[in-house]
């Protein structure tokens, strides 16, 4: 493969390379970072045909435009962003060729809010720490020093060759999410869960919540009817993704990928991993319910994701 460039001709209000993010480092405040919908991402390098670990651009809220250098195949998976190359539309969930000057455009988000662009054999983009997942607090990650892309970068990735044959694919439709639909995610409950009172379980589980607009990489800040949290001291402790945190005033928050790596806040439990890509797709106002996941069913769930997509 020839080494192409892909140019940034307008980043939107966040672009950011990922891959599954970095691991083992949490003891030392790195957070994890990659992909807010693993799901989108793990089928953007799936149409590929790329092992699932290789870097894509998560682009939030469209206002994207990027010329291609050499012609490849690439991919759109997540929200739908109005993605057309040369004005004309692409069709979301699915592998394409561009050729060289081409450009690809994203537009407002019509449905969720990220959506993921790959391409074939990912970007080439250096490691930090294992991995090039872009954390801003972190300084970590992208082109460089965790920044988020900017017009004028250029973000290297590997050309097709002249005589190379790619076979475009779509995903079936009945496997792409309605991000617009009502959420209901899947509990798997904690230790902490004892030190809450029965009523404020309770309350959890039958209040329908929704999205404030305080969401982020970090996290999704959800409200809901209020509830008097009684004062529970907990020792601060590491933070799994999809940990439930419950603050003083009641109003729930679900970490992300981006949250910090230790916190006192008691905690209910975590967030299935295979329902947070519904969540980090979520706009502002959209319902929210949470339910007890069993883990057994979880579990199995997760295999089957894992050894499809190959992880």
């Known amino acids: ?27 030392t405040g790195i957070t994890q970072g990659g992909p807010l919908d ?3 991402y793990s089928w953007a390098n799936y149409l590929l045909g790329n092992k699932v670990n290789l870097p894509c651009i998560e682009i939030t809220l469209g206002q994207t435009q990027f ?12 929200a739908n962003l109005n993605a057309t190359l040369d004005d004309i539309p692409i069709t979301n969930w699915s592998s394409f060729i561009a050729k060289q000057g081409q450009v690809i455009r994203f537009s407002l988000a019509k449905n969720g809010l990220r959506a993921y662009l790959g391409v074939l054999g990912g970007f080439d983009v250096p490691l930090a720490h294992g991995s090039c ?13 965790g920044n988020a892309l900017k017009q004028g970068d250029r973000i290297r990735y590997h050309s097709l060759l002249a005589n190379q044959y790619f076979e475009k694919k779509q995903l079936s439709f ?8 009502p959420i209901t995610l899947r509990v798997v409950e904690g230790y902490q869960k004892n030190a809450l009172p029965k ?8 209040t329908e919540f929704e999205v404030s607009k305080n969401i982020d990489r970090m996290g999704y800040r959800l409200q809901g009817a209020s509830i008097d949290m009684p004062t529970i001291e907990m020792r ?12 003083p005033d009641g109003q729930p928050i679900v970490l992300l990928n981006d949250r910090q790596t230790i916190g006192g806040y008691p905690k209910i ?15 502002p106002g959209q319902k929210v319910r949470f339910v007890k996941g069993h883990l057994d069913e979880l579990q199995s769930d997760w295999v089957m994701w894992a050894n499809y997509f190959g992880y």
């Open 174 to 181: 009945r496997y792409q999410p309605d991000y617009d639909l």
């Open 199 to 206: 009523h404020v379980v309770e309350w959890f589980y039958h």
């Open 38 to 40: 693993e799901y989108a």
């Open 67 to 78: 010329e291609v250098g050499t012609k490849s195949a690439f991919s759109i998976c997540g």
């Open 133 to 145: 997942s872009t954390v801003q607090r972190d300084q970590l990650g992208g082109l460089v020093g």
């Open 269 to 283: 439990g975590c967030v299935s991993r295979i329902d947070l890509p519904r969540l980090a797709q979520a706009k």
């Open 236 to 247: 601060s402790e590491g933070i799994a993704l999809g940990a439930i945190q419950l603050p």
């Open 1 to 27: 493969m020839i080494k192409a460039e892909l140019k940034v001709l307008k980043p939107g209000p966040l672009s950011l390379i990922q891959d599954l993010g970095r691991f083992g480092h949490a003891h």
